[in-house]
């Protein structure tokens, strides 16, 4: 189901038409569905059944505190990986004792106040990161709930800049450090093992990496037990694919059942976290851009918009593949093949190349599956200012983040004193 779709010809996000909102608050802007983000939520917190599990929604994805906020409101946990994500999780009232700290290189001002804040488990990344953890909660004089992020090195079969989980990736433990790395963290006086966790990748469309990697990582649940090492949680991560343009990732209930069975296969059965981002997100929202001018240059038909590579960047970073639809639909016997570009001084600033296309300048343009890894990598390259964001709730558009100003851009700049 999408909460993104035509009637009489108009794109909606649920019972609002995107060109009120362009009308209303400009473009370009995000646009976000309630609706589709509290569905994906309970799509996978229901796949569980009764098996005790903590969904921690990878903050990452999109951090704006409304979201953060809804998702709170039923339940969730969430994974983050600074401590301005931890601030915002506070901020929209999420739960300090769901949340998950990953990140290979968190600060000691950061584990403090995850600390203070009493998070649920440090997910380290490494032997050195296991004694700074002890340093500082030594120094607060508090016991650290500690996992490991474990490195299983399995393949997720995804695109090589969002692959976390081979023994190339600067992520996690190796499994042969990782046996070690419990053994000292039983010896230090203020670290708790709590749990295990690993995150192997992002944007996985089968189940048989992460069932690879949860065998992997159960038979060192049973090495650490034999060694007395109790693990609490069995923290799986995120990466879970969605359809950004024919692919077919597992179900939730295809996911969640291949972990619960893969635990039931080693006789194990412990609560599991898993780590979303993508799959709450991504198809829970829209950018949306307005074509400026069309181009026809030689060979080519452009179609160039208000948005660039700064205000969504995952083109250009990953060759990442959005479709873009029109709001309002034209006969489609006008349609062209047109690069659809943005206005920044890069040639990488392209949002889609050769999509078949009836518009005319003025029109707008919606770029789907952008809810996930959209606005969070939104910059300032070329001193454009962040895009607004918009939540829709049904026939109500609620702006939940502002357009920013330029006396915001330039906030903190200044100049030095006249000669
Ligand atoms: C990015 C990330 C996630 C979320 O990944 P998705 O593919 O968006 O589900 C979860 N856990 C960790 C540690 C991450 O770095």
Not at 170 to 199: P, Q, S
Not at 251 to 261: K, W
Request: glycine residues 8%.
């Amino acid at each position: 189901m999408s909460f993104f779709e035509y009637r009489d010809g108009q794109l909606f996000a649920e019972q609002t038409s995107l060109s009120s909102i362009a009308a209303e608050h400009g473009t370009p802007c995000y646009v976000y569905s309630r609706a589709a983000f509290e569905t994906q939520w309970k799509a996978l917190d229901s796949a569980f059944g009764d098996h005790p599990h903590t969904i921690c929604y990878a903050v990452k994805a999109n951090s704006n505190i409304a979201v953060l906020n809804l998702l709170a409101r039923l339940g969730s946990g969430f994974d983050i990986v600074s401590e301005g994500e931890l601030r915002r999780v506070l901020k929209a009232g999420g739960d300090p004792s769901k949340v998950v700290f990953s990140g290979v290189a968190k600060s000691k001002s950061e584990l403090a106040f995850a600390m203070q804040n009493k998070v649920r488990s440090i997910n380290i990344e490494s032997v050195a990161e296991l004694e700074r953890v002890q340093e500082v909660a030594a120094s607060l004089n508090v016991t650290a709930s500690i996992a490991f992020r474990v490195n299983p090195n399995v393949d997720p079969e995804t695109h090589p800049y969002i692959s976390t989980g081979m023994d190339k990736a600067k992520f996690g433990v190796t499994m042969e450090a990782a046996f070690d790395a419990y053994k000292r963290a039983t010896e230090l006086t203020n670290i708790e093992v709590h749990g295990i966790a690993c995150h192997i990748g992002s944007q996985i469309t089968k189940t048989s990496p992460f069932t690879d990697a949860l065998k992997i990582v159960l038979d060192m649940v049973k090495r650490l037990a034999d060694e007395g090492i109790k693990i609490k949680q069995l923290d799986l991560g995120g990466g879970l694919g969605i359809d950004y343009h024919g692919e077919t990732p597992p179900s939730p209930s295809d996911y969640v059942q291949s972990m619960i069975n893969g635990m039931k296969d080693h006789g194990i059965n412990l609560p599991i976290a898993i780590e979303p981002g993508r799959y709450i997100a991504g198809n829970s929202g829209v950018m949306l851009t307005q074509i400026e001018f069309l181009k026809h240059n030689k060979n080519k038909n452009f179609a160039i918009v208000d948005a660039g590579m700064n205000d969504l960047l995952r083109p250009a970073l990953y060759q990442a593949f959005h479709v873009i639809k029109p709001v309002e639909q034209r006969s489609r016997q006008a349609a062209k093949i047109f690069d659809v570009v943005g206005p920044v001084c890069e040639s990488a600033c392209v949002l889609g190349y050769d999509r078949e296309l009836a518009v005319e300048a003025g029109d707008l343009l919606a770029v789907m599956s952008a809810g996930a890894y959209g606005f969070v990598m939104a910059n300032n390259y070329n001193s454009r200012n962040k895009p607004a964001e918009i939540m829709v709730d049904s026939t109500q558009a609620h702006l939940v983040r502002k357009r920013e100003t330029f006396d915001q851009l330039i906030s903190g700049e200044v100049l030095l004193a006249a000669d």
